[in-house]
């Protein structure tokens, strides 16, 4: 596992300092610490966050939006429906920017209580549908592609069944109730030590456009102490085709459960009564891409880099970062960042981690290249899609900034310095600090094939006369990874309830280490041990 990146424009915006707070946009006077949480966060753009804020009594939507000087302004109200009855943690929103349409999914708590909803953005038109075979225990998430909107979720039907669901995502009804509404149990196998298990226990979902597939985080029960895998279904291969070609569960004229052919579903067409739900054939796949050795991840997100896939894990205080360049081998661990705060969701856009907790949102880059500095060995030996070392700028650099004339260099197969430098490699970091108010000190690496390398330090006077003093030589063995480094960044905001601060612990292997510190409050939102 390579070492432990870090960026200094992490950031972390406090959702809820307390009710005074929201309905004031200032943390003045509030002397209690945050205890409330905020629910259902979604992103509209990179400026307006739109939440639900519960504080122990009725939840209020509230909407959060980025101003110029980089801090954020709360106001009551915004998108009501965000807001579910019963603030549900295990409620799932999902927004079509292109069709302004927000969906919502929540845990359904009778036979006679809706759990899917549609909400039309543009005519403020919703519809619902109400679960009827088990109730939804937990929604583990929604996506849309071409006509429909897929969900899925665990039911409580004394065998804790994973399904998916698929509709048209703009429903043509008159009426509030989801016509077209399918649904099938959806499953991965496995070969576990030349035996076929099933992984009954899905975490999390996402959907890849550029890959147009469902990757789905799950595991085998007991879940404390099982491996968490990442499967892929095809959407047209494992999902679509299931829908379109099984049958159907419906009633004969006897009230017998029968098995029935459906015509495969149009969503141009308008309708007045609903389609046949449930399906026979469940969806099944048995591609794992992802292999872990953890059994307490709960949540993750895709991140593609230069025609790389890269899987972002998290579990209750660790991020997790795999490469699955190699299908035999199943993932390989590239590295891991301890967190100050337990995560809920995660999700990634516009080249950045967001993740949300019960008080704020925490943004992190998604490559974390400048951590191996100038070093080509530590860059090279990453292995790390994402990092690529610029010869031009004697700097490991992401890799979709790299430009042809840089002569950008990696080796993601074996990480191996000497087949992409056979001779020594020289290269000038100049001092950038007067010492004593006298010289700097210009240092020139020269690195073999070997991995070695040798300094040579030359001085200059501040006035950037030429050097008068001897060159000082120095040897050392290739540069090594830190064990453990600790990286602390903090901030505080000029105004409002942001907090532009965070606090990481970084550490590599079984030698990390985390220590705690005070809960924060609406005053000292700094994270200090």
């Known amino acids: 596992m390579a070492a432990f990146p870090f960026y200094n424009h992490t950031r972390s915006y406090n959702l809820n300092c307390a009710p005074q707070a929201h309905e004031a946009s200032s943390c003045d006077g509030v002397t209690t610490p945050c205890s409330d949480e905020a629910t259902s966060v979604i992103r509209i753009n990179d400026t307006t966050l739109h939440y639900c804020y519960t504080d122990n009594m009725a939840p209020k939507p509230m909407t959060a939006t980025l ?43 009778s036979q006679s209580s809706p759990w899917l909803n549609y909400y039309y953005l543009s005519d403020q038109r919703s519809l619902s549908h109400v679960e009827r075979d ?51 149990d959806v499953k991965c196998t496995d070969n576990i030590d030349g035996q076929d298990v099933t992984l009954n226990r899905i975490l999390a979902v996402e959907y890849s456009v550029s890959q147009d597939k469902l990757y789905v985080l799950t595991t085998q029960d007991p879940v404390s102490s099982s491996a968490v ?3 892929a279904f095809d959407i047209t291969q494992d999902i679509d085709n299931t829908f379109d070609t099984t049958q159907y569960y419906s009633k004969d004229e006897k009230g017998n459960t029968i098995k029935t052919n459906q015509v495969k579903l149009d969503c141009s067409k308008s309708r007045n009564f609903a389609v046949l739900s449930k399906g026979v054939d469940p969806v099944t796949t048995s591609s794992v891409v992802l292999r872990t050795q953890s059994t307490n991840l709960f949540a993750f997100s895709t991140y593609e880099s230069a025609g790389n896939l890269l899987f972002y894990l998290i579990s209750q205080d660790t991020l997790y970062v795999y490469d699955t360049r190699s299908p035999a081998a199943k993932g390989r661990l590239l590295s891991e960042m301890v967190l ?31 951590y191996y500095g100038q070093d080509p060995v530590s860059c090279v030996g990453a292995m790390d899609p994402s990092c690529s070392y610029s010869k031009e700028h004697n700097n490991c650099v992401p890799t979709n900034q790299c430009t042809e004339s840089e002569d950008c260099v990696q080796d993601l197969d074996a990480g191996s310095f000497s087949t ?41 006077d501040c006035v950037d006369r030429p050097s008068t003093t001897a060159p000082v030589i120095n040897r050392a063995p290739a540069l090594t990874t830190l064990e453990i480094a600790l990286l602390v960044v903090v901030g505080v ?29 609406c005053r000292q939102n700094s994270y200090l041990p």
Request: aromatic share 12%; charged share 15%; glycine share 6%.
């Open 229 to 231: 895998y990442v499967c």
């Open 340 to 370: 100050k705060e337990t995560p809920r969701t995660m999700s990634i856009a516009n080249d950045t981690i967001y993740l949300t907790s019960d008080t704020s949102a925490t943004m992190i880059p998604t490559t974390w290249c400048s």
């Open 134 to 184: 088990g109730s939804v225990q937990n929604v583990l998430g929604m996506f849309t592609r071409g006509d429909f909107l897929y969900t899925v979720y665990q039911v409580n039907n004394n065998k804790k069944t994973n399904r998916i669901t698929r509709s048209c995502k703009n429903e043509r009804t008159s009426g509030t109730e989801i016509l077209t509404y399918t649904y099938t």
């Open 493 to 521: 905001s000029v105004a409002g309830c942001v907090v532009l601060g965070t606090h990481f612990y970084i550490c590599r292997g079984k030698a990390r280490q985390r220590q705690d510190g005070p809960s924060p409050d």
């Open 420 to 460: 992409l430098f056979p001779t020594e490699y020289t290269f000038l970091a100049p001092g950038s600090v007067c010492i004593h108010d006298m010289f700097f000190a210009d240092v020139t690496y020269t690195y073999f094939p070997n991995s070695s390398y040798v300094t040579t330090t030359s001085y200059r």
């Open 67 to 109: 101003l110029p000087d980089g801090t954020y302004s709360y106001t009551s109200g915004g998108l009501g429906v965000v807001c579910l009855n019963d603030a549900s943690k295990h409620s799932f929103v999902s927004l079509n920017q292109t069709d302004q349409i927000l969906y919502v999914a929540t845990d359904a708590k």
